[in-house]
């Protein structure tokens, strides 16, 4: 095997490698207690998941019977598109933002150099309802969060800025997440299947969604709102776990 530092070991030489091992009783208690640790994180990981998928029938619930009392209307009556181009600057650098598919929110990319670069560069402000329109069809849709305003997006990303006295960006992009609002975007995407499937700008424009009450749909708000908290907690707590595993690994084999 050759090292990165330019260092050989050869297999003759791995074989007399003298490896000291507790007694086979202490390795049992290790592994009893790691098997243990692992029990429980994934008994907590099946709670989180059922705990997410009962939330997320709930809302899907509540929002089929939102629909029922909705007003159905074309989007670009409710939610224009928004084209903010900007002239880029070959000394500048512009933070770009990505959507994840299936509802999975905004991400950040890293920051696109001027120089040289061919892009057409649109700003995207908070609130704006964004369509990755190469993967809209398997849910690439997103709200721009605070944290979103002021990045990027090339002429794939289409901002839709939603009228506040009519409808919610995030009762619009949770539509959008449903079995109707992603056979609609499907359906709006001719063509094979990855980046040979573009959502129509047009066809996105005319495309009719629901409108509830709006009062019914600050009701809703807070059911999302509250969605966001439990996700927001649970990586929270997945991360704090992990961040522990040393220190119990460590108690484990010192003890």
């Known amino acids: 095997m050759q090292g990165t530092a330019n260092v050989s070991l050869k297999e003759a030489d791995l074989r007399g490698v003298m490896i000291e091992l507790p007694p086979v009783?202490?390795?049992?208690?290790?592994?009893?207690?790691?098997?243990?640790?692992?029990?429980r994180l994934a008994h907590v990981r099946q709670l989180r998941e059922e705990q997410t998928q009962k939330l997320q029938a709930a809302l899907r619930s509540?929002?089929?019977?939102?629909?029922?009392?909705a007003e159905w209307l074309p989007m670009n009556t409710?939610?224009?598109?928004?084209?903010?181009?900007?002239?880029?600057?070959?000394?500048?650098?512009?933070?770009?933002?990505?959507?994840?598919?299936?509802?999975r929110g905004t991400f950040h990319k890293p920051s696109l150099s001027g120089f040289g670069t061919t892009k057409r560069l649109f700003e995207i402000h908070t609130g704006d309802l964004v369509f990755n329109i190469v993967f809209a069809w398997e849910g690439a849709v997103a709200v721009a969060q605070p944290a979103d305003h002021g990045r990027f997006g090339s002429h794939r990303f289409i901002s839709c800025v939603c009228d506040p006295?009519?409808?919610?960006?995030?009762?619009?992009?949770?539509y959008f997440q449903t079995p109707d609002g992603i056979?609609?975007?499907?359906?709006?995407?001719?063509?094979?299947?990855?980046?040979?499937?573009t959502l129509g700008v047009a066809k996105l424009e005319e495309m009719l969604v629901p409108v509830?009450?709006?009062?019914?749909?600050?009701?809703?708000?807070k059911l999302l709102t509250l969605q966001a908290q439990i996700t927001a907690r649970a990586a929270e707590s997945e991360s704090a776990t992990t961040a522990l595993l040393p220190s119990l690994l460590d108690q484990i084999f010192n003890q």
């Open 78 to 103: 409710i939610a224009p598109i928004v084209r903010r181009e900007i002239t880029v600057d070959p000394e500048g650098s512009y933070p770009e933002l990505g959507i994840r598919s299936f509802g």
């Open 183 to 197: 056979a609609k975007l499907g359906k709006a995407s001719p063509g094979g299947a990855g980046r040979n499937r």
């Open 62 to 69: 509540t929002f089929h019977r939102l629909e029922a009392d």
């Open 212 to 221: 509830p009450p709006l009062a019914a749909q600050r009701e809703f708000q």
């Open 25 to 39: 009783a202490e390795q049992q208690r290790i592994a009893s207690r790691l098997d243990a640790i692992d029990a």
């Open 165 to 174: 006295a009519r409808i919610s960006a995030d009762v619009l992009a949770f």
